[in-house]
C-alpha cells in the first residue's frame, strides 16, 4: 500500500517537473518586452536594463529556470513582477475562495448524481426519460453560460442571491454561503448530467451481473444488493468521471468567478497570464496542477478500496 | 443457432424493426434517420452549418459596423434582433459568429483527431514502447486544466482563437488516443484480423481496412461530444475578453450582453441561445448515433433466435395488469384440490413483451411437481425455456418478464397464483434464501468481487436467520468444511478472484444450503467446471441432498447428470414440456422423438446406462 502511494507520488512528481518546464519555456516565448512593459513606454535603455537584471530577465533561460526551481523546491514561489505581492501569499489569501466552491461542487456532485444516476437506472421508466432530457439539457449549455443565466434571473431580476460577492475572509459564513450558492449550482450542473449518465449505465450494467441474482436468491434485500453491492461496483466508473470533472472545473471556475466578481484563483490568473507575470503564472499553473495529481491519487486509492483486484495488483 | 430464447428475452429490443441486419455498418445510418432526435440534430447543425457558411450573404451589416446613433435598440425590421451598446447589428454579428465558432470547433477537433488517431492505432496494434511513451504522455495531458493552459498558451502566442483551438485539441486528443487504443487492442487478436495477416496483408492496410471500420462510429460520437466543449472552451475564453477583439463571436456577444445586463438582458439570449442549440444539437447527433449502434447490436441478437416458436399469444402487456389481476383475496393459500407437494407448477407460462404489443412466449403450459427428498432434472438444450422456468420459481426472472398463464405453489402456498402477471416479491422475498435457494451456473460471476467469500456467506445467514455474526461465522466455515473444503479459515478470508472454479461452486453451494432450505434450484451447476471437478461436485450435491432431505431441480442440458443423480426427469423442448417421468423410464423407454434424438445425441460413444444402476437405489417417489 505504502510502496502504490510512493510510486503515485513519484509519477506526480514527474508531472509536475514536466508541466513545469513546459511553462516555464512558454512563458520564455513573450518575456522580451516585460522590462517595458513593467516600467512604461518613458522607461530608458538604462532602466530597461537594470530592471531585466532585476529580474534575472539577463540570464540564459536554463539558468532561470534552476533559480526558480531551487526557490520553489525550497519554498519559495517569488514575486509578482507586476504587484511585487509575494506570489505565496497572494495564492494564500484566493485559494480558500476557489477551493470551497470546487470542493462543494464536487462533492453535492457525486451525492446528487449518485441519486439521480441511480433512480433512473432502478426505476427506468418516465423517470430516466426525465434524466435523459435533462441530460441533454445539462449537457447543452456550458456552466458559464448557466452561471450568466442564473446571475441574471436570480440576482438582477429577482434579487434573490447578491450578483456580486461580498465575501473576504473576516465575512461570516452566512455572507459565504449566500455568496457562493449560485456560483457553485453554475459549476456542478453539468457535472451532474454527466456523472449521473455514468452511474445510471454502471448500475443498469452491474444490475445484470449474475451475483445479483445470486444475492437475491440468498434472501439478501433489494435496498441492500442495491446500496451495498451494486453501488460498490458501479462506483469506480463515477470516481473516474468526477475526478476528470474537478479537472475541468479548475479551469471553468476562472470564469465563474469573472461572473460572479469573486476574488479567487480566477482573476489573478487571468491578469497574470495576460502580463506574461511569470511567478504569478507559474505559482497558479503548479497549484492547480498539485491538486489535480493529489486528487487523481485519491480516486485511485479509493478505487483500490472498492475493488479487491485492483488492490491486489 | 439455437443460441437464443434465453439472451434474446433478457435483452427484449424496443422499437427494433425486426429486421436481420448482418451488414450492421450500412444500417446504422438508416437508422439515424428514423429516429427523430437524429433527425433534429441534423436540422440543427446542419441549419447552423448553412448559416455560417453564406453568413456574408445573409448579414445584413458588417460585423463591426456601428450605429452611434442606434445603441441598444430593440428589434425592427432594420436590425432584426435589435443593436448591441456600439449599435452594431446583433443578428449579424450571430452569423459571423457562427462562422468562427463552428470553425473553430472542427479545427479542434481535425487536430485532436489529426494527433489522437493515428497514435491510437499505432499503440494499440503495436503496443510496445510506443505505447508505454504515449501513455506517460496521456497522463501529463490528462492532468492539466485546460483553460489554465490555454491562458498561458495565450500568454506567449497572444490573443488567437486558431492557436488556442490548435492547443486545446492537443490537450484533448487523450480522449481519442484512449478510444482507439483500445478498440484496436480489442479486435487486434481478433480471427479475422489474423485471418487478413496470414493471407499476406500489409499491417497499414489491416489498419485501415480492418481496424478503422471498428473505430469510426466511436470516434463520430466522440467528435461530437469534443467539438461541444471546443464550442464551450472557446466562447469561455472570449468571455473573458482573452480573444481578438476585431472579431464577432458569441463568447465576446455574451460578455457585451453581460456588461449591459441591467438595461437589455436579451442581448444575453441570442448568443446563449445559438451555443445552445449547436451543442445540443453536437449531444442529441452523438446520442443518436449511440443509440443506432445500439440498435444494430440487439438485431443482431435477434437474428440468431431459435425460429418456430409462436410469437402472437394475444395478450397486450399494457391493458393487462389491472385488468386481468383478480384481487388477492380470491387467491386460496392453499389449493384443497389436489395433492400436496413441496413446489407445483401448474400450466405456467412465461413470455416477454414485444415491440409490437405481442408477447413472446418462451415457456408454455409447463406442469411439474417436486417434493422434500427428490432430484427432478430439467433437461432440454439452451433456449427451451428451462432456465426460465426455474428462475420463475425463485421469483428472480428479468423485470420485463410476464407470467402469461399457469401458477406456482411452493409448500401449498401461491407464490405465483392463477391470472397473476408477476411473481408476487413480497411472498417470494419470505421464501427465498430461506426456503428456496439457488446454485448457479458459472461459479466465478457469481459471487461479488468486492466482498470476501466470508462476508458472502454470512451476511445472508445473519439476515434469514438472525443470528449473531460470530454464530455465522462458525456456521460458515463448519458449511466450507462439509463442502469439501481443506482449508476453510483461507477461503473464508479469501476474495473470489482468489479461489478456483471448482472451489468458487463449492462455496456457492455452501451458501445455497446455509440457511438449511427445504428446495434449491440448481441451474447447470457443473457445466461451467473441469470435467474432473464436475464428478466431485456431483458427489457433493447428492450427498447434501439425501443428509439434508431437500427436494432439488436440477437443470441441465446432460442427460448424463440427470441419469447420474436425478430421480425423476422432465424434458423440455422450445418452451414446452414434451415428456416426464422417473429416469429410469424415460432413459430407457423414451416415448417422445425428441427425448429419443436428444438421448442418441447426448449418449453416443458412451457407455449407455452403466450409471444408471447406482444412483436409483431410493426409489423414485412418482
Known amino acids: ?313 | 443457432m439455437t443460441e437464443s430464447v434465453e439472451t434474446t428475452a433478457l435483452t427484449p429490443v424496443p422499437g427494433a424493426t425486426g429486421q436481420t441486419g448482418t451488414v450492421v455498418r450500412s444500417t446504422v445510418l438508416k437508422r439515424l434517420f428514423k429516429n427523430p432526435l437524429g433527425i433534429i440534430a441534423l436540422v440543427i447543425l446542419l441549419g447552423m452549418a448553412l448559416l455560417a457558411l453564406f453568413a456574408d450573404v445573409l448579414a445584413p451589416f458588417d460585423e463591426n459596423f456601428a450605429n452611434i446613433s442606434k445603441t441598444l435598440a430593440s428589434p425592427d425590421s432594420v436590425n432584426l434582433l435589435g443593436t448591441d451598446s456600439s449599435g452594431r447589428d446583433v443578428w449579424s454579428r450571430l452569423l459571423f459568429g457562427a462562422q468562427l465558432t463552428l470553425l473553430s470547433a472542427l479545427l479542434c477537433a481535425a487536430v485532436a483527431i489529426g494527433i489522437g488517431l493515428p497514435a491510437g492505432l499505432i499503440a494499440g496494434y503495436y503496443a510496445g514502447k510506443f505505447e508505454a511513451v504515449s501513455n506517460w504522455i496521456v497522463s501529463i495531458l490528462m492532468s492539466l486544466p485546460g483553460l489554465i493552459v490555454l491562458l498561458t498558451i495565450r500568454a506567449a502566442f497572444g490573443p488567437s482563437v486558431w492557436i488556442a483551438m490548435i492547443a486545446f485539441g492537443v490537450l484533448i486528443s487523450p480522449s481519442y488516443f484512449r478510444l482507439t487504443r483500445s478498440a484496436v487492442q480489442s479486435v487486434r487478436n481478433e480471427l479475422y484480423v489474423d485471418a487478413a495477416r496470414v493471407s499476406g496483408l500489409s499491417d497499414l492496410r489491416i489498419i485501415t481496412r480492418h481496424i478503422f471500420s471498428v473505430v469510426r462510429a466511436p470516434i463520430i460520437i466522440q467528435t461530437a461530444a469534443i467539438a461541444g466543449v471546443a464550442i464551450a472552451i472557446q466562447s469561455g475564453l472570449e468571455f473573458l475578453g482573452l480573444g481578438d477583439p476585431a472579431k464577432a463571436t458569441w463568447g465576446v456577444m455574451l460578455s457585451e450582453g453581460f456588461k449591459n445586463v441591467y438595461l437589455t438582458p436579451t442581448l444575453l439570449f441570442w448568443p446563449a441561445f445559438a451555443m445552445a442549440l449547436t451543442i445540443g444539437g453536437l449531444v442529441l447527433l452523438g446520442n443518436a448515433i449511440r443509440d443506432a449502434l445500439e440498435d444494430g447490436e440487439k438485431i443482431k441478437h435477434r437474428r440468431t433466435r431459435t425460429p418456430g416458436t409462436d410469437p402472437v399469444t394475444g395478450r397486450r402487456p399494457t391493458a393487462a395488469p389491472a385488468a386481468v389481476r383478480p384481487s388477492r383475496k380470491s387467491v386460496p393459500a392453499v389449493d384443497p384440490g389436489t395433492e400436496h407437494h413441496l413446489v407445483k407448477v401448474t400450466n405456467l407460462g412465461v413470455g416477454y413483451p414485444q415491440a409490437d404489443g405481442s408477447i413472446k412466449k418462451v415457456v408454455d403450459d409447463v406442469s411439474f411437481h417436486v417434493d422434500r427428498g427428490e432430484i427432478l432434472g430439467i433437461v432440454g438444450e439452451s433456449g427451451s425455456g428451462k432456465s426460465q422456468t426455474a428462475f420463475s420459481i425463485l421469483g428472480l426472472l428479468p423485470d420485463n418478464a410476464r407470467v402469461v398463464a399457469g401458477s406456482i405453489q411452493f409448500d401449498g402456498s401461491y407464490t405465483v397464483a392463477p391470472g397473476e402477471e408477476r411473481v408476487s416479491q413480497e411472498r417470494l422475498s419470505k421464501l427465498r434464501g430461506k426456503r428456496i435457494s439457488y446454485i448457479p451456473q458459472e461459479p466465478m460471476s457469481n459471487l461479488d468481487p468486492a466482498f470476501t467469500i466470508g462476508y458472502q456467506l454470512v451476511t445472508p445467514m445473519v439476515r434469514v436467520l438472525g443470528i449473531s455474526k460470530a454464530e455465522a461465522r462458525k456456521r460458515a466455515l463448519k458449511l466450507l468444511t462439509d463442502v469439501g473444503i481443506v482449508n476453510p479459515e483461507r477461503t473464508f478470508n479469501a476474495y473470489p478472484h482468489e479461489v478456483s472454479g471448482g472451489m468458487a461452486q463449492r462455496v456457492l453451494i455452501a451458501g445455497a444450503i446455509s440457511c438449511e432450505p427445504a428446495l434449491v434450484i440448481a441451474d447447470e451447476p457443473t457445466t461451467a467446471l473441469d470435467v474432473t471437478v464436475q464428478a466431485d461436485v456431483l458427489d457433493l450435491l447428492r450427498e447434501l441432498q439425501q443428509r439434508l432431505n431437500i427436494g432439488v431441480i436440477l437443470v441441465t442440458h446432460n442427460f448424463g447428470v440427470v441419469a447420474d443423480l436425478c430421480d425423476r426427469v422432465a424434458v423440455m423442448q422450445n418452451g414446452r414440456l414434451v415428456e416426464e417421468g422417473p429416469v429410469r423410464d424415460i432413459l430407457r423407454n423414451p416415448q417422445e422423438p425428441y427425448t429419443q434424438t436428444l438421448l442418441a445425441s447426448m449418449l453416443e460413444g458412451k457407455e449407455p446406462m452403466s450409471t444408471l444402476v447406482s444412483p436409483l437405489q431410493k426409489e423414485p417417489v412418482a
Open chain 1, 1 to 313: 500500500m505504502t510502496r502504490f502511494i510512493l510510486k503515485r507520488l513519484g509519477s506526480g512528481l514527474v508531472v509536475l517537473f514536466a508541466v513545469s518546464v513546459l511553462t516555464f519555456f512558454l512563458l520564455y516565448i513573450s518575456s522580451g518586452s516585460i522590462a517595458r512593459n513593467i516600467l512604461g513606454d518613458q522607461a530608458t535603455p538604462e532602466q530597461l536594463a537594470v530592471k531585466e537584471a532585476e529580474l534575472g530577465l539577463d540570464q540564459p533561460i536554463a539558468a532561470r529556470y534552476f533559480s526558480w526551481l531551487t526557490d520553489a523546491l525550497g519554498g519559495n514561489l517569488g514575486t509578482s513582477w507586476f504587484t511585487s505581492e509575494p506570489v505565496a501569499s497572494s495564492l494564500a489569501t484566493r485559494i480558500p475562495v476557489t477551493m470551497t466552491m470546487v470542493f462543494a461542487a464536487m462533492i453535492l456532485i457525486a451525492i446528487i448524481a449518485t441519486l439521480i444516476g441511480v433512480a433512473a437506472a432502478v426505476k427506468r421508466g418516465w423517470v430516466d426519460r426525465v434524466v435523459q432530457i435533462g441530460a441533454i439539457v445539462g449537457d447543452s449549455i456550458p456552466g458559464f453560460v448557466i452561471g450568466i443565466i442564473l446571475v441574471t434571473i436570480l440576482a438582477i431580476q429577482l434579487g434573490i442571491f447578491p450578483a456580486t460577492s461580498t465575501i473576504s475572509p473576516g465575512e461570516p459564513a452566512s455572507a459565504w454561503v449566500l455568496s457562493l450558492t449560485l456560483p457553485v449550482i453554475a459549476l456542478l450542473i453539468n457535472g451532474v448530467t454527466g456523472g449521473a449518465q455514468q452511474i445510471r449505465s454502471a448500475v443498469i450494467k452491474q444490475l445484470e451481473r449474475d451475483y445479483v441474482r445470486t444475492l437475491r436468491s440468498r434472501g439478501i434485500g433489494e435496498r441492500e444488493v442495491l446500496f451495498r453491492h451494486v453501488l460498490r461496483s458501479a462506483a469506480p466508473a463515477g470516481l473516474t468521471v468526477l475526478s476528470l470533472q474537478l479537472i475541468g472545473m479548475l479551469g471553468g471556475v476562472v470564469i465563474i468567478e469573472q461572473i460572479f466578481a469573486l476574488p479567487g484563483m480566477g482573476p489573478l490568473a487571468v491578469a497574470a497570464t495576460g502580463q506574461s507575470d511569470q511567478p504569478v503564472v507559474m505559482g497558479v499553473v503548479m497549484y492547480t496542477v498539485a491538486v489535480v495529481i493529489l486528487v487523481n491519487l485519491i480516486v485511485d486509492l479509493l478505487n483500490g478500496w472498492l475493488n479487491p483486484k485492483v488492490r491486489a495488483s
